[in-house]
Nanobody
Framework: QVQLVESGGGLVQAGGSLRLSCAAS????????MGWFRQAPGKEREFVAA????????YNVDSVKGRFTISRDNAKNTCYLQMNSLKPEDTAVYYC?????????????????????WGQGTQVTVSS
């Protein structure tokens, strides 16, 4: 059974940093892209960042460029999201996800429909 478990969320002051981790189990995801999404209260879930299966390409939504960095360690079956210079508007539940198909090279990494497996989410709260 595939399972994704996020960790590393919490309460931090504006300007602070957090590192989210997403540990995958049940299968090996080294051939699959991974992504992070977030959902703020009263809003729809939105794309944050994605990384391809090799870790050689990554993508960020404009609002987090220069502040968030996605990475992965295939040996550990784990994906990370380093979040720096956090802002109150970054407050949300953060979800990691794994793409439905291996070796994806297209440009639709920001679409939820591309992802087949999802974690339960971890809360990030940034106080002003």
């Amino acid at each position: 059974q595939v399972q994704l478990v996020e960790s590393g969320g919490g309460l931090v002051q504006a300007g602070g940093s957090l590192r989210l981790s997403c540990a995958a189990s049940g299968r090996t995801f080294s051939s699959y892209g991974m992504g992070w999404f977030r959902q703020a209260p009263g809003k729809e879930r939105e794309f944050v960042a994605a990384i391809n299966w090799t870790g050689g390409k990554s993508y960020n939504v404009d609002s987090v460029k220069g502040r968030f960095t996605i990475s992965r360690d295939n040996a550990k079956n784990t994906c990370y999201l380093q979040m720096n210079s956090l802002k109150p508007e970054d407050t949300a539940v953060y979800y990691c996800a794994v793409e439905a198909g291996p070796y994806y090279t297209g440009s639709h990494y920001y679409e939820e429909a591309m992802y087949a497996y999802w974690g339960q989410g971890t809360q990030v709260t940034v106080s002003s």
